[in-house]
């Protein structure tokens, strides 16, 4: 006869089957991991939005820890996020680097900056979208934070507001910021 | 009646070029052609992730195709292209994940399952039959009280 013992098995199988189960109903599929973290930024050669002449590279960029955000016109969510984005820069200095994403129109990213303010250090311009193929970039906005010596360490894919800022982002870049080297 | 016809005509032709979309790339053989299309169904539109690079219309599901299209062309193979996709977008971009250190447990979960749980099933039942069959080891004097009992009950 069959030990009444076996029968904990298949128990606490399921018993760990429901808490795995239990634990992805919080994951988030949408928010896909970054395939880039820990990865240097590529090599990119773009334009700065406000002077289309001038071409801004990678070395621009490096000597401190910084976030990079993507941004449209199109994209309604980074017109939320803006104003978190202003208080950021006038509030906490925080250095914000734009990337002006599969826009359209120069002069419509311009004046949308013009109108609502600017927060960003330069704004890479990037109408077709190679930089933001190159970055894994699926959607905006998005931000990464990038450390002094140009290694992408943190990709958040949404709204910067209060919260998000403070739970995920500020650590990282307090952390990036202490480091000297 | 000829315009019902011609009618029905162009409705055929507008389905028919609603299959998938091809774009206007120009491929230089048919093999690269039928290579690359294969290729790019295998990938996940990043940004409508149930829907592959050749049946979304998202403008970044658009860019991968024409990349995955160019690349194909231009003589890469596959695994590079794969590397390529990859390396931007990471391991969620195939539908079929590859065999790594990460996604071996995705494998191997579903054997294990069921390594674990037909075995206990065999012996289950096993054990359950077997208590169906011990009707041996009845003493004879039990068995003289129950034919008296049916044989009582037959009476009556």
Redesign the interface.
């Known amino acids: 006869m069959m030990k009444r013992r076996i029968l904990w098995i298949p128990f606490i199988i399921i018993a760990a089957l429901c808490v795995m189960l239990w634990k992805s109903l919080s994951l988030k599929p949408q928010e896909l991991e970054s395939a880039l973290i820990g990865q240097p930024l590529p090599e990119f050669e773009a334009t700065d939005l406000f002077h289309p002449s001038e071409l801004l590279s990678r070395d621009h960029l490096l000597g401190q820890p910084f976030l990079l955000n993507v941004w449209a016109t199109w994209c309604p969510a980074c017109k939320q996020e803006h104003g978190y984005l202003m208080r950021l820069f006038q509030e906490h200095e925080v250095v914000i680097v734009g990337l002006n994403y599969r826009e359209a129109s120069r002069e419509a990213a311009i004046a949308e900056l013009k109108n609502f303010g600017n927060p960003y250090k330069y704004v890479l311009s990037d109408p077709e979208g190679r930089l933001g193929l190159d970055l894994g970039v699926y959607g905006a906005p998005e931000t990464f934070i990038v450390d002094r010596a140009g290694v992408i360490r943190y990709r958040y894919a949404g709204i910067i507001n209060e919260n998000i800022w403070h739970t995920r982002l500020k650590p990282v870049l307090d952390q990036l910021i202490e480091k000297e080297f | 009646m000829l315009y019902l016809y011609r009618s029905l005509c162009v409705l055929l032709l507008l389905s028919a070029s609603h299959c998938f979309a091809i774009d206007t790339f120009e491929f230089s053989t048919q093999d690269k052609k039928a290579q690359a299309i294969e290729l790019a169904k295998t990938l996940r539109c990043?940004?409508c992730?149930n829907q592959n690079l050749v049946d979304s219309n998202s403008?970044?599901a658009k860019?991968?195709r024409n990349?995955v299209y160019q690349q194909i062309e231009s003589g890469q193979s596959q695994e590079q292209v794969v590397a390529f996709m990859?390396?931007?977008?990471?391991?969620?971009i195939l539908y079929e994940p590859q065999w790594s250190g990460k996604t071996v447990v995705l494998w191997l979960a579903p054997l294990l399952?069921m390594g674990?749980?037909c075995p206990?099933l065999y012996?289950?039942l096993r054990?359950s039959f077997q208590?169906n069959r011990t009707i041996e080891h009845v003493s004879q004097e039990h068995l003289q009280k129950v034919e008296q009992l049916l044989l009582k009950k037959g009476d009556q």
């Not at chain 2, 990859?86 to 969620?92: L, S």
């Open positions: 990043p940004q992730q403008p970044i860019d991968l990349i990859t390396q931007r977008y990471g391991e969620f399952l674990l749980a206990m012996l289950f054990s208590k």
